[in-house]
């Protein structure tokens, strides 16, 4: 069974840093886009970052500059740098996987930005 398991959440104070990862198996990893959804209380999850396999990288707005995704092929993990962390950062954090035909969506990592 695919598996993504997410690490790296906690609680960080405002302009501070965190580091997710996303490890995969069972998947054929370096065909899959590899992507970071959030999804805030109250909110909709939305789209944070994404990775395609020959490693372009797409970004939302409101993360563009302080937030960086990156892919390690080789340990079937994905990764996501969140520097300069504002409270409204504050949500689950999940990771994808996704192809033309499949989706595969890890169960989360909560990020909490407070001081």
């Known amino acids: 069974q695919v598996q993504l398991v997410e690490s790296g959440g906690g609680l960080v104070q405002p302009g501070g840093s965190l580091r997710l990862s996303c490890a995969a198996s069972?998947?054929?990893?370096?065909?899959?886009?590899m992507g970071w959804y959030r999804q805030a209380p109250g909110n909709e999850r939305e789209l944070v970052a994404i990775?395609?396999?020959?490693?372009?990288?797409n970004y939302a707005d409101s993360v563009k500059g302080r937030f960086t995704i990156s892919r390690d092929n080789a340990k079937n993990t994905v990764y996501l740098q969140m520097n300069s962390l504002k409270p409204e950062d504050t949500a689950m954090y999940y990771c994808?996987?996704?192809?033309?035909?499949?989706?595969?969506w890890g169960k989360g990592t909560l990020v909490t930005v407070s001081s």
């Open positions: 994808t996987a996704k192809t033309v035909y499949m989706n595969y």
């Open positions: 069972r998947i054929i990893f370096n065909t899959y886009t």
């Open positions: 990775a395609t396999p020959g490693g372009t990288t």
